[in-house]
């Protein structure tokens, strides 16, 4: 009679196996498209059409610069970049001091808050568009810069909240107590021990709102019909409509919006996992 134990390694070594591969199939159907794309960007229009291979015959860098001429990605640029900025800037201040003041101050009735905040989670965000829109057109906000912005702060906070809440609840109560006996004030606790302590968990929120801010398109579409204020996403349908039989040049237009949030996530992938991982092990 065999033994069993004998045979455990060589099982686990194919299940190990199987998995990697599984895995790396996994990983090549999700980045199927994006090769595509790049690929069909740099061929010209007969061979976009005609030609299913990943490397084109010609290399065709020009579709670039003519995309980006011609679709004054410039300006969607610039606008993309100035609205993350804001957006990040707004969701970061106003998430670190709410999930701060639901971890450790003692406010009334901020279970019931904080309950609520979590529960607008489950409301649909294309149904808010239409009450935002008109709250907007009440204050004379629509098609303004200021106007499309604050929906995407207050769309942004009840993750970003949560997240760092369940971070900040997981830091020993002795660093606050050790910092009040030096004489520091609760400001100077929040900003000087919590705020450094919390980088991976607040990182990851300004992480989660860049690209969602940058890939944000029906709010702005409803917002914005001067293309001077006009993000990436819906600039890329304005381009769409002028080249919609040239697939070389839409692909390329379409890699050019989707290269910094491609860039950003290798970069701070790792930063990413971390995070979330940070906010959602308590100590």
Same mark, same amino acid.
């Given at each position: 009679?065999?033994?069993?134990?004998? $045979?455990?390694?060589?099982?686990?070594?194919?299940?190990?196996?199987?998995?990697?591969?599984?895995?790396?199939?996994?990983?090549?159907?999700?980045?199927?498209?994006?090769?595509?794309?790049?690929?069909?960007?740099?061929?010209?229009?007969?061979?976009?059409?005609?030609?299913?291979?990943?490397?084109?015959?010609?290399?065709?860098?020009?579709?670039?610069?003519?995309?980006?001429?011609?679709?004054?990605?410039?300006?969607?640029?610039?606008?993309?970049?100035?609205?993350?900025?804001?957006?990040?800037?707004?969701?970061?201040?106003?998430?670190?001091?709410?999930?701060?003041?639901?971890?450790?101050?003692?406010?009334?009735?901020?279970?019931? *808050?904080?309950?609520?905040?979590?529960?607008?989670?489950?409301?649909?965000?294309? !149904?808010?568009?239409?009450?935002?829109?008109?709250?907007?057109?009440?204050?004379?906000?629509?098609?303004?810069?200021?106007?499309? *912005?604050?929906?995407? *702060?207050?769309? !942004?906070?009840?993750?970003?909240?949560?997240?760092?809440?369940?971070?900040?609840?997981?830091?020993?109560?002795?660093?606050?107590?050790?910092? *009040?006996?030096?004489?520091?004030?609760?400001?100077?606790?929040?900003?000087?021990?919590?705020?450094?302590?919390?980088?991976?968990?607040?990182?990851?929120?300004?992480?989660?709102?860049?690209?969602?801010?940058?890939?944000?398109?029906?709010?702005?579409?409803?917002?914005?019909?001067?293309?001077?204020?006009?993000?990436?996403?819906? !600039?890329?349908?304005?381009?769409?409509?002028?080249?919609?039989?040239?697939?070389?040049?839409?692909?390329?237009?379409?890699?050019?919006?989707?290269?910094?949030?491609?860039?950003?996530?290798?970069?701070?992938?790792? $930063?990413?996992?971390?995070?979330?991982?940070?906010?959602?092990?308590?100590?």
């Amino acid at each position: 009679m065999k033994d069993s134990g004998s $045979r455990k390694p060589y099982t686990t070594g194919n299940f190990n196996i199987i998995k990697e591969l599984f895995l790396l199939g996994v990983s090549l159907i999700c980045l199927f498209p994006i090769l595509w794309m790049i690929s069909t960007s740099l061929k010209g229009t007969q061979e976009a059409f005609t030609s299913y291979s990943l490397f084109p015959k010609e290399w065709r860098f020009d579709n670039y610069i003519t995309a980006w001429k011609q679709a004054d990605f410039g300006v969607y640029f610039f606008n993309s970049g100035f609205y993350t900025a804001l957006t990040m800037l707004g969701v970061w201040l106003i998430s670190t001091l709410g999930a701060y003041g639901f971890a450790r101050l003692r406010i009334p009735g901020k279970k019931i *808050i904080f309950y609520i905040l979590i529960g607008s989670l489950m409301i649909p965000i294309p !149904g808010s568009f239409i009450p935002l829109y008109l709250l907007m057109n009440k204050y004379q906000l629509t098609g303004t810069r200021i106007g499309y *912005i604050l929906p995407l *702060i207050s769309g !942004g906070l009840a993750t970003s909240i949560f997240i760092l809440k369940s971070f900040f609840e997981g830091v020993p109560k002795e660093f606050e107590e050790a910092a *009040i006996i030096d004489g520091c004030s609760k400001f100077r606790i929040f900003s000087r021990i919590m705020i450094p302590l919390s980088k991976p968990s607040w990182m990851t929120v300004l992480i989660f709102t860049a690209m969602s801010t940058w890939n944000e398109y029906l709010w702005a579409l409803i917002m914005f019909s001067r293309k001077e204020l006009m993000p990436i996403q819906v !600039g890329l349908q304005v381009f769409q409509g002028q080249y919609f039989t040239k697939y070389e040049m839409l692909m390329a237009g379409t890699t050019i919006a989707a290269v910094p949030m491609i860039i950003i996530y290798i970069i701070f992938q790792k $930063r990413i996992i971390s995070g979330i991982m940070a906010g959602g092990i308590k100590g």
